[in-house]
Structure formats: C-alpha cells, structure tokens
C-alpha cells in the first residue's frame, strides 16, 4: 500500500518494522536515561557522601602513591571547596551559600571526628564551621567585611581548627592574638596575645612581639598537638613555638632562615614541617629536639619552583603535600627524591574549568571515607 504527502508516494512500514523501531527507540531512551542518574548521581555538589569510618590514628584504606588519601581543597577565589580523589575526579563540592557571609576561603581542616570542615576568610574577617554532609554552614563568628577588636569581631583570621574537645581555635592575625572560642556560646574562653586600640593599625601595635602567650607577633598559624599542646607559627621575627594549654614554652625557635613561615604543622615522628610563604618558596622539616633541618626543599626556577606555598603536611606514607598558591596548584613532592608526583591545577594557569584552581590556600586530607566504595 501508499500513502501520500505533497503528491509524493510514501511506503507504509510494516507492523514488523514498526515495533523494531519503537523497541530500539526504548532502549535508547533507557540508556539516556541510566546516563543522566549516573551523572545526578556523579554530581559534587549533591548526593549522600560515605559515612566517617575512620580516624586520624586509624584511617580507611590508603589508594596508595602518589596520593594515599583524597584531599579537599579551599579554592580560594573561586570561592569553593573540592574534594579530589587521587585519580583527579573530584568527589565533593561546597560553593559559596551567599557571597556576603561566605567569601574566600582560605585554610581548611577536618574536625577531629570528620563531620565538620573548620574554615578561615582572612578577607571576610570570620570563619566559619561547615557540615560536610549536609554541605551546609553549620556556625560562623566574626562581622562579614568588618575588622575589630572587640567580642565578635577579628582582623584578618587564619588557620581554624575544632580541638579535641570542642573548643574552636583561630589565629587572629592583625589583632596579634590567638582566640579558644566555646562554640555554643560563641564567647572567648581563653585569649593568647592582645590586640592595639580600637581603631590602631597593627603595625603600630606595641603588643605585636614575640613573648608566647602573653604576647605574639602576627600569628598566623596554630594548631593542636597530640598531647594537647598549641604550635604556633608568628610572621613577626618568624617564630614557632609550642606552648601547653596552661600558657608554659616547651621551646621556641626562628624558622630557619624562612622570610614568611606559614602555617607550620606536626609531622609523624615529633618533627615539624612549615611551608615558606615566599617566592622562591620552600619547605622544611625540622627537629625542635635537636634544633636541626632535616629535610629541605627549595628549587629556584622552573617547574618545581614554588611561589608562595602557605601550606605543607606530611601524608600518611611520609611524602609532602602542600598548596601552592600563586602557581595555582596543589602537589604532591615524594620525600626521596624530592621530585613532584602527582599535581592537581594547572600551573600558573588560574581558572574554575575541569582541573583548574584558583589560588588554591587550602589543603587537609580525608582519611575519614572510604570513597572506594562509591567509586
């Protein structure tokens, strides 16, 4: 039989041909289907993360070198935090909730059981507590935009971190003190250092030396040791101490010829490393026992030149992982030969496309989820 359309004889199909094609058009259609669940189900932003089934002392599975762990990331101007997976998928994403509250993200570091990420906007003058799982802010201190001095108030806020029993820890830059925040009832419970006058620039700033605690000098790094004791990092004179909670140094000493130290962190074995915040950057682990580097590395040109790291942590396995900011990338340096192993970022290339950072000022590593078992 024909049809016709426009005076043109057009074939009728048979019922055959017909529920061939309806079949096939199913199937299609079930594919594209199953492709979009995959790719809801792939999205960063969404979607139930595995649940927390390890610890520092008792991380999940390693993936092995050259990234043992995934490693969130504090993309600082792109105002986002990533979590990458060592195969570069990235398995996590927090964006800016509202850019007035929530800007510039700088460091970045796990709570102590996994579920909350501790954040500082030196920018934005606060920090903030984000709940990983529900990807929400789940508690903030500081005036957004607004410097101070009073209660409520910092002057450019570094390194954030939730202590082992709560309390909330911050480095107050520009108003030289270090802060021991009750989270319920956001009061300062403890202040090391004093800030200047209302209105005094911290550079004239008499209290801005080194005397710990009584006084520091532009803190910019602190954090909880095992034991309970704080190591802080001081930009002025480029000093880092250990101080127990109840105000005693354990010892204090210069950075090693460091122009900028930055953020310096506990190492495995009792050693500390610290990131040079320069350009040439460098980073050095060093002994406080025996006052003596033990690991130094510093390239002046090309490739694995750094340009104002202001993080480094040793992983699990004893290699470096660190964020190097104004090359726009994060690497991972193995600690033999000193050579870049793996790297996510394009270098000195800034952008929010697949791969790409933006001055990158952040890092902490998720041993909490064994992301194998969703990938």
Request: aromatic content about 8%; charged content about 20%; hydrophobic content about 40%.
């Given at each position: 039989m024909q049809s016709f359309r426009s005076g043109r004889p057009i074939p009728i199909q048979s019922d055959r041909f017909?529920?061939?094609?309806?079949?096939?058009?199913?199937?299609?259609?079930?594919?594209?289907?199953?492709?979009?669940?995959?790719?809801?189900?792939?999205?960063?932003?969404?979607?139930?993360?595995?649940?927390?089934?390890?610890?520092?002392?008792?991380?999940t599975p390693s993936?092995?070198?050259?990234?043992?762990?995934?490693?969130?990331?504090?993309?600082?101007?792109?105002?986002?935090?990533?979590?990458?997976?060592?195969?570069?998928?990235?398995?996590?994403?927090?964006?800016?909730?509202?850019?007035?509250?929530?800007?510039?993200?700088?460091?970045?570091?796990?709570?102590?059981?996994?579920?909350?990420?501790?954040?500082?906007?030196?920018?934005?003058?606060?920090?903030?507590?984000?709940?990983?799982?529900?990807r929400e802010l789940a508690w903030s201190y500081g005036v957004a935009d607004v410097p101070g001095v009073a209660d409520g108030y910092m002057n450019f806020p570094d390194d954030t971190h939730v202590m082992k029993d709560g309390t909330i820890l911050v480095a107050d830059i520009r108003n030289c003190r270090i802060l021991f925040l009750d989270r319920d009832t956001s009061k300062i419970k403890v202040q090391w250092g004093k800030p200047g006058r209302k209105g005094e620039a911290w550079s004239r700033n008499a209290n801005c030396r080194h005397d710990p605690?009584?006084?520091?000098?532009?803190?910019?790094?602190?954090?909880?040791?095992?034991?309970?004791?704080?190591?802080?990092?001081?930009?002025?004179?480029?000093?880092?101490?250990?101080?127990?909670?109840?105000?005693?140094?354990?010892?204090?000493?210069?950075?090693?010829?460091?122009?900028?130290?930055s953020d310096a962190m506990p190492a495995h074995d009792g050693q500390i490393i610290v990131a040079d915040y320069s350009k040439p950057g460098r980073v050095i682990f060093f002994d406080p026992k025996r006052h003596k580097v033990t690991w130094d590395y510093s390239v002046k040109e090309g490739e694995g030149m750094l340009?104002?790291?202001?993080?480094?942590?040793?992983?699990?396995?004893?290699?470096?992982?660190?964020?190097?900011?104004?090359?726009?990338?994060?690497?991972?340096?193995?600690?033999?030969?000193?050579?870049?192993?793996?790297q996510y970022g394009v270098t000195d290339h800034p952008g929010n496309g697949p791969g790409q950072l933006n001055n990158p000022d952040g890092i902490d590593i998720d041993v909490f989820r064994d992301w194998h078992t969703t990938h």
């Open positions: 017909i529920k061939t094609s309806l079949l096939w058009s199913t199937l299609v259609a079930g594919v594209l289907a199953c492709l979009s669940l995959a790719t809801l189900a792939a999205d960063p932003t969404e979607g139930t993360p595995p649940p927390v089934t390890g610890s520092r002392s008792a991380p993936w092995g070198k050259p990234l043992p762990y995934p490693v969130v990331i504090a993309d600082r101007r792109n105002n986002r935090l990533i979590e990458v997976a060592p195969n570069k998928e990235i398995l996590w994403q927090f964006g800016s909730p509202n850019l007035k509250i929530y800007h510039d993200n700088d460091d970045v570091f796990f709570s102590p059981d996994g579920h909350l990420l501790a954040i500082s906007e030196e920018d934005n003058q606060d920090i903030h507590l984000i709940s990983y799982d529900k605690p009584r006084f520091l000098g532009l803190p910019n790094g602190v954090t909880e040791l095992d034991n309970g004791d704080i190591l802080i990092t001081e930009i002025t004179g480029a000093w880092i101490s250990q101080v127990t909670r109840d105000g005693k140094v354990v010892w204090a000493t210069r950075a090693f010829g460091m122009h900028y130290p340009n104002h790291p202001s993080l480094a942590q040793e992983l699990p396995n004893g290699d470096v992982i660190l964020n190097d900011d104004y090359r726009h990338r994060v690497i991972v340096i193995d600690r033999q030969t000193k050579q870049i192993i793996w």
